[in-house]
């Protein structure tokens, strides 16, 4: 069976406001499955932010898994996000997932991977999924040439410029902010 998959995420911390944003389509092989998929959650009673590309079923597993560990870290997110990470590399189950997540708080923003991975960004950006080269390279400008905008402004300029040039990118985008 052909998975579900497909997508790009951007975030970034930007004059001390959050911003992370989705696309929303959804691909099964080379046919846009869905086109207003929501990628983009609010965790931890409006305190983080999370963001997923991959297999959307994965995802959600990921997600939820996520939300246990913050449960079980007193709401440390990134501690969360290493027991995630661990669990998730180390684990028969875990480790088939096929997806990746980024999640924030208003102080830091992390990306997390299946091969164990806890990346820190730098600049305050971080994207991942199909565009997200194009989402990253857009937003990296964005940040340099126009600080003038909102953090949430510039997300959406960059999902913008990735669906533009990525065709696994359509220009639905949920944006979820934290002040």
């Given at each position: 069976m052909t998975k579900i998959r497909s997508t790009t995420v951007l975030g970034m911390i930007h004059n001390g406001k959050v911003a992370l944003g989705a696309d929303g389509q959804a691909t099964m092989g080379n046919t846009v499955a869905k086109s207003n998929v929501k990628k983009v959650r609010k965790l931890a009673d409006g305190k983080i932010?999370?963001?997923?590309?991959?297999?959307?079923?994965?995802?959600?597993?990921?997600?939820?898994?996520?939300?246990?560990?913050?449960?079980?870290?007193?709401?440390?997110?990134?501690?969360?996000?290493?027991?995630?990470?661990?669990?998730?590399?180390?684990?028969?189950?875990?480790?088939?997932?096929?997806?990746?997540?980024?999640?924030?708080?208003?102080?830091?923003?992390?990306?997390?991977?299946?091969?164990g991975d806890v990346l820190e960004p730098d600049n305050q950006i971080a994207s991942i999924g199909s565009g997200s080269m194009y989402a990253q390279s857009a937003a990296i400008a964005i940040k340099k040439h126009a600080q003038h905008l909102t953090a949430k402004e510039m997300v959406e300029e960059g999902l913008h410029i990735a669906a533009d040039i990525c065709i696994y990118t359509n220009h639905n985008l949920v944006i979820e902010t934290l002040d």
């Amino acid at each position: 069976m052909t998975k579900i998959r497909s997508t790009t995420v951007l975030g970034m911390i930007h004059n001390g406001k959050v911003a992370l944003g989705a696309d929303g389509q959804a691909t099964m092989g080379n046919t846009v499955a869905k086109s207003n998929v929501k990628k983009v959650r609010k965790l931890a009673d409006g305190k983080i932010l999370a963001g997923f590309a991959g297999s959307t079923a994965d995802a959600f597993t990921l997600i939820e898994k996520f939300e246990e560990k913050l449960g079980a870290y007193g709401g440390n997110m990134k501690r969360a996000a290493i027991e995630l990470a661990k669990d998730w590399r180390t684990d028969r189950y875990l480790r088939k997932l096929e997806a990746m997540m980024i999640v924030a708080n208003k102080d830091e923003m992390l990306i997390i991977s299946g091969t164990g991975d806890v990346l820190e960004p730098d600049n305050q950006i971080a994207s991942i999924g199909s565009g997200s080269m194009y989402a990253q390279s857009a937003a990296i400008a964005i940040k340099k040439h126009a600080q003038h905008l909102t953090a949430k402004e510039m997300v959406e300029e960059g999902l913008h410029i990735a669906a533009d040039i990525c065709i696994y990118t359509n220009h639905n985008l949920v944006i979820e902010t934290l002040d």
